[in-house]
């Protein structure tokens, strides 16, 4: 699985070395009903852009709607994407359902829940797919190299396909593999006798073994990880600025001090919510309380990574947001890499969780006392 992780991996810690003129859009709805000139960079809750985009679109929200032209680069991110129209480069993206119904002239990148690629779909470089579950069909110029659950493959593929892990597979009527099938499994795949063309390349594994990728597997969630942490911090940075760089502020000011309050935020929220659950009447606010304790959980770990990333390279409230995006990205690649050592690995990063909740609550008391003061609350 080592090579299309580390191609996704690649194609986001990058990205913001590329990053040139460009238009800025943020908000609750966006809509881009006008050509735009530059590159184009959006977030929100809902994203649609109709028309043609002369550059690269980079794109995160809850639902990212595309159905014009963009001449260069696509990245998404979101819960939802739907993806047409026609995009001259590469399309990278990461989602919970994935429906592709699109041309990319280059190559396609995707990890997602649910992925879709439509008959009518036309990819002319290679398809590097990670996903729960995978409906692929069109045409393919390239290879395709795919890592999923369940895998059902219709497509034309005019290069190789290498099955990296799969539980099940079916192949459609318009399946075709104009080059060799590469893959690993107990017993032979069961398959149309015309379906491929230039051979297959079998072998076989034992159940046993399973134990011993499981390094492999941790990294790839680790990867994995790394990726969600990435999508969720670029939104906190878009939306929350003024709120990260000031609770920032407070951890690097008084880190002992944070190290205590977040120790005392994390154990006495569940407690809360127990005595709460206790009580008929206090379920609802029980079950609120614990979504918001979760929430605020894992933005406490995308903040560890920002106060990683901020230290090694200083950011202000002037900073131009690439640079702030930058300095976390490298901030959450340490962060990953420190994860991944064994025993004493999770306890520096729960330190740094640790002392990320203490300034978050803490900023939250004195933006709440500074309320009172002015009587707005």
Known sequence: MKKILLTLFAALLFLPTFVQAATFQAGEEIYIDQSTSDDLYTSGGILSVTEEVSGDLIAAGGKVMLRGRITQDLTALGGNLMIDGEVDDDIRVIGGSIHINAI?????????????????????????LIGGSLVLGGVINGD???????????????????????????FGPRARIQGTLTYAAEEPLKMPANLVKGGIIFK??????????????MAGFSIFSFLATLFFGLILLWLCRYYILH???IAYDATLKTVGVGFLALILSPIMVLILLITTVGIPAALALLVLWLVFLYMAKVMAAMLI??????????????RMFGSFTLGAVIYTLIDMVPVVGWVINLVFVLIALGAMTL????LFYQLRKKKIV
């Open 104 to 128: 990319a002239k280059d190559d396609l990148m995707g990890v997602g829940g649910d992925v879709t690629l439509t008959d009518n779909t036309f990819v002319g470089g290679d398809v590097n």
């Open 144 to 170: 395709m190299r795919l890592a999923g659950a369940s895998i059902y493959l219709n497509a034309d593929v005019k290069g190789d396909v290498t099955l990296l892990s799969f539980e099940k597979i079916t």
């Open 204 to 217: 076989e594994i034992e159940t046993s073994r399973v134990k011993e990728n499981l390094p492999a597997i």
């Open 247 to 249: 609770a920032s502020e």
């Open 309 to 322: 990333g901020f230290k090694l390279v200083r950011v202000t409230d002037k900073s131009k947001f690439i």
């Open 363 to 366: 900023y939250e008391f004195e």
